[in-house]
């Protein structure tokens, strides 16, 4: 027998029998960390953390607000950006309702900075720029150059700005 969603009746009943017990872990304080919402890839990436090979990352944004997250050991620069993404889109989610944040524009605008140093290639390993567990990274303003081939109105409104001055 099937039931909505594709899954056999013995599927549905193990997650209904499951269900409440899940309600019983989730409100003890020693896991109060787990989101209510937690995925099995969420848990694991937690269950890491505490074996250690995971990290747990702060993210402070330029209003102040900050985050944790956590990624392996052996992240890159743009898996932290697409768990700051989905932990972001999470929280909007709980707090405002149904809200969309462009993460083209947010990036294209904004990069993440450890230690005054901007995390700009999505390629780099996080170990190799010095992150480790407990780390903070922050949001900071990001002005495109020329090397890398990004148009910048920003960075040419100032060049001419500055030239009229001189006049």
Same mark, same amino acid.
């Given at each position: 027998m099937e039931v909505s969603g594709g899954g056999s009746l013995r599927e549905y009943n193990k997650a209904a029998r499951l269900e409440?017990?899940?309600?019983t872990l989730l409100e003890d304080p020693i896991l109060s960390d787990v989101p209510k919402n937690a995925t099995l890839a969420d848990i694991d990436t937690l269950i890491s953390v505490e074996?250690?090979?995971? $990290?747990?990352?702060?993210?402070? &944004?330029? @209003? +102040? $607000?900050?985050? @944790? =997250?956590?990624?392996?050991?052996?992240?890159?620069?743009r898996d932290l950006k697409k768990v700051i993404e989905k932990k972001y889109n999470g929280l909007e989610q709980l707090e405002m309702g149904h809200r969309h944040i462009s993460w083209r524009h947010v990036w294209?605008?904004?990069?993440?900075?450890?230690?005054?140093?901007?995390?700009?290639d999505d390629q780099i390993f996080l170990? @190799?720029? +010095?992150? &480790?567990?407990?780390?903070?990274?922050?949001? =900071?303003?990001?002005?495109?150059?020329?090397?890398r081939g990004e148009h910048s109105r920003a960075k040419r409104r100032r060049f001419f700005h500055g030239l009229s001055k001189q006049a």
């Open positions: 409440p017990i899940l309600a074996l250690g090979s995971a $990290m747990r990352i702060s993210v402070l &944004r330029m @209003d +102040g $607000m900050a985050i @944790d =997250v956590a990624i392996p050991n052996n992240a890159r620069v294209k605008n904004y990069c993440l900075c450890y230690l005054n140093q901007k995390l700009i170990q @190799d720029c +010095g992150i &480790r567990n407990n780390c903070q990274v922050r949001f =900071v303003a990001h002005i495109a150059s020329k090397e």
